[in-house]
């Protein structure tokens, strides 16, 4: 009775999800990666989906381009996506249409989670890992180790080999207790950093985020090449 009671007790922080899908898609050749279909279903729909069935999330946020706001709009209403609360037009650079987001979210949110709407293969499970050790370390994101060797190159020669064994390639989902996060973007942006993703944001602060290992699979649409890549996962998912 007793642990039944504490475990009531023990509720996870209210968690929005922001879908960031207002990039401009520069590296596409003209193609709308989020309305490209892989088995006839939206990119953009498979993220939302796993945002729609991960238990702790408690709505979503989808910053859009202008071009997307009507279709993305209709990807919701199409695929139930009841979580889905409002989209909104972006900004000119992710950390502002991110943190445009962050100011629509529920004010009893505590934390936020960031996903790449042109990331297809993110799974539900995924999602509330990320979260579960955010809760824990503030800030915390997907990664997988780098399979290749990488070099640091200047004027087009290579002049440092970083070891491999610690370079992670950063993949989303990224979650952060909200306050941080906005503060974050909000430096960010003031300065002018670059902001590829919100983790560098947060360690501008000297936050680190912990590392969640993430898999191979969960790649991120960029250029047209990569939807064939996409559609061969699918095939050998099924």
């Known amino acids: 009775m007793l642990e039944r009671f504490l475990k009531k007790k ?6 929005s999800a922001v879908l960031a899908a207002a990039g401009g898609a520069s590296r596409m050749e003209g193609i709308n990666k989020l309305l490209a279909e892989l ?12 945002l729609e069935h991960c238990g702790h999330i408690d709505e979503i946020i989808v910053a859009s381009s202008e071009e997307n706001l009507l279709p993305l709009t209709e990807i919701c209403r199409q695929f139930q ?12 650079s992710r950390a502002e249409s991110v943190y445009k987001a962050l100011c629509e979210c529920n004010p009893q949110a505590r934390f936020a989670l960031v996903q790449d709407g042109a990331r297809p293969f993110v799974t539900p499970e995924l999602i509330e890992a990320v979260c579960e050790k955010a809760y824990v370390y503030q800030c915390a994101t997907a990664a997988v180790p780098v399979k290749d060797t990488v070099k640091v190159v200047e004027d087009g020669m290579a002049v440092q080999t970083p070891d491999r ?6 993949q989303t989902p990224q979650a952060t207790d909200i306050d941080l996060l906005k503060a974050a ?3 960010a942006l003031e300065q002018g950093a670059p902001t590829t993703d919100d983790c560098s944001a947060v360690e501008r602060l000297h936050v680190r985020p912990a590392v969640v290992p993430g898999y191979y699979e969960n790649i991120k649409i960029t250029t047209p090449e990569d939807l064939d890549v996409a559609q061969a996962l699918l095939a050998r998912m099924k």
């Open 39 to 50: 088995d006839g279903v939206p990119v953009a729909a498979y993220a939302l989906l796993a």
């Open 81 to 92: 996506i009841k979580k889905a609360t409002k989209v909104i037009r972006g900004g000119a």
């Open 10 to 15: 023990e509720r996870r922080p209210y968690t």
């Open 165 to 170: 064994a610690t370079l992670y390639a950063v």
């Open 185 to 187: 973007l909000v430096q």
